[in-house]
């Protein structure tokens, strides 16, 4: 079946570096890709989506791009904010499985001044 | 826009009560999921509703869980008996669009604690 695979955490950075998290997927067909965000003590937000290949998903100063031929969605950002602290989940949503999402397990971030 | 609102925040309880979690969606979303966030398991998704009919129950853990949708505005999620290891957090999402790659919207989730 399809599944999200992310690297795991935590990672720590100081202010200002440069972001990369990992997200490669399995799937049949042509899967919708998504990145939320989870803040502490809250739910889930989304961050960004692409729902075709090539597409890239922006929002906040992020970015990712639904690779298909390496069945990869890296969530990137060029300079990271102690306000970027946070959870970070991949997810997988695809036509054959219902409305169901495949969730990543999540990636933590803390980002130091 | 109110957001997906959920209550209680937090529920300490006794082994054995009865628990019900409360779930408000988004107004004109039309799909609406229960979701539990532990440290071992992550997130799993429980149940999700369509149009306040039951789709997919198969997350639920067992017969001591429920779910209910009276109404477009309104789903409850009921563990009776409640055990330790259903301390979690659980999170209701609402969705519109009513289609795969239509994201969702969290509340901020209820702390469950059984003692």
């Known amino acids: 079946g399809d599944s999200v695979t992310q690297m795991e955490g935590p990672v720590t950075l100081s202010e200002e570096a440069f972001l990369t998290i990992n997200c490669t997927y399995t799937?049949?067909?042509?899967?919708?890709l998504f990145w939320y965000v989870q803040y502490p003590g809250e739910g889930l937000q989304l961050l960004l989506k692409?729902?075709?290949a090539d597409d890239k998903g922006s929002n906040k100063g992020f970015e990712a791009t639904y690779r298909k031929e390496t069945t990869s969605f890296h969530l990137e950002k060029g300079s990271v904010q102690v306000s970027d602290s946070a959870v970070y989940f991949c997810?997988?949503?695809?036509?054959?499985?219902?409305?169901?999402?495949?969730w990543g397990l999540g990636t933590s971030l803390a980002v130091n001044p | 826009d109110a957001g997906v609102i959920q209550s209680p925040r937090h529920e300490v309880t006794e082994m054995g009560q009865e628990v019900t979690l409360r779930c408000k969606p988004i107004s004109g979303h039309n799909s609406l999921f229960w979701y539990r966030q532990t440290m071992m398991r992550g997130l799993e998704l429980l149940i999700y509703?369509?149009?306040?009919?039951?789709?997919?129950d198969s997350g639920m853990p067992e017969d001591r869980f429920s779910a209910k949708m009276p109404n477009a505005s309104f789903s409850t999620l009921k563990i009776q008996p409640s055990e330790p290891r259903d301390s979690a957090v659980y999170f209701c999402?609402?969705?519109?669009?009513?289609?795969?790659?239509?994201?969702?919207?969290f509340g901020n989730g209820t702390r469950l604690t059984v003692t």
């Open positions: 509703f369509n149009n306040n009919v039951p789709i997919d």
């Open positions: 999402a609402s969705s519109g669009g009513g289609t795969y790659n239509s994201p969702l919207h």
């Open positions: 799937a049949t067909g042509y899967p919708s």
């Open positions: 997810a997988l949503s695809n036509a054959g499985n219902n409305r169901k999402l495949i």
């Open positions: 692409a729902t075709k």
